[in-house]
């Protein structure tokens, strides 16, 4: 299996755009997870899905951020409007047990 | 809430052990774990340990738990510059997975 893969691996946006980031979990994984690493803040749960139902949300910092998980196999999180804050690394990792494997990430740069 | 924390900072020699301490509080945790981060990419999982475990070996890892005390550790024997990354702790306890700050290693030649 290639792993978790996350796309795109960079993104440079402007303020009040809308991002899309996208991930596609290990094949046979019924959890996915949503993290944001930032030097400040370290890294954060946003969210995670158990067979494609979102379980927790209370990671999300505000409305502006949704995500969803269509089927087993893709998932996005989107940002609409996005602020310069949002700036970081987001990464999406999956498991089936009890360890959870991470995808390469997503580096946001939002100007 | 529960917390996870780890120090922030090591440098070690090349050849030297490095060993990277961990403390956690909750008491129900299941599983702790060890991820290692090199720059621009994801965590990848080194070693993990059961609760009812007190230590694992893996080449030149060392994992020691500590339950009573809620420690974990990370030896790593004879560090290479290659170990140089940034180090996670992590634990385990019914659905939630709580990580650390990371530790940065550092290893001069």
């Known amino acids: 299996d290639a792993g978790v893969i996350q796309s795109p691996r960079h993104e440079v946006t402007e303020m009040g755009q809308e991002v899309t980031l996208r991930c596609k979990p290990i094949?046979?994984?019924?959890?996915l997870f949503w993290y944001r690493q930032t030097m400040m803040r370290g890294l954060e749960l946003l969210i995670y899905f158990n067979n494609n139902v979102p379980i927790d949300d209370s990671g999300m910092p505000e409305d502006r951020f949704s995500a969803k998980m269509p089927n087993a196999s893709f998932s996005t999180l989107k940002i609409q409007p996005s602020e310069p804050r949002d700036s970081a690394v987001y990464f999406c990792?999956?498991?089936?047990?009890?360890?959870?494997?991470f995808g390469a990430g997503t580096r946001l740069s939002v100007l | 809430g529960e917390d996870v924390e780890q120090s922030l900072f090591l440098s070690v020699r090349e050849g030297d052990s490095s060993v990277i301490n961990c403390t956690y509080t909750?008491?129900?945790?299941?599983?702790l774990y060890w991820y290692k981060q090199e720059p621009g990419a994801g965590l990848q999982l080194l070693t993990y340990?059961?609760?009812?475990?007190d230590m694992k070996q893996d080449q030149r890892l060392t994992v020691l738990l500590n339950k009573k005390d809620k420690h974990l550790s990370l030896r790593i024997a004879d560090t290479q510059t290659g170990d140089s990354a940034i180090y996670f702790c992590a634990e385990r306890s019914r659905d939630d997975m709580r990580f650390g700050a990371g530790t940065r290693l550092t290893v001069k030649p």
């Open positions: 094949s046979g994984h019924d959890y």
């Open positions: 990792a999956s498991s089936s047990g009890n360890i959870q494997y």
């Open positions: 340990i059961f609760s009812n475990m």
């Open positions: 909750d008491s129900s945790s299941t599983y």
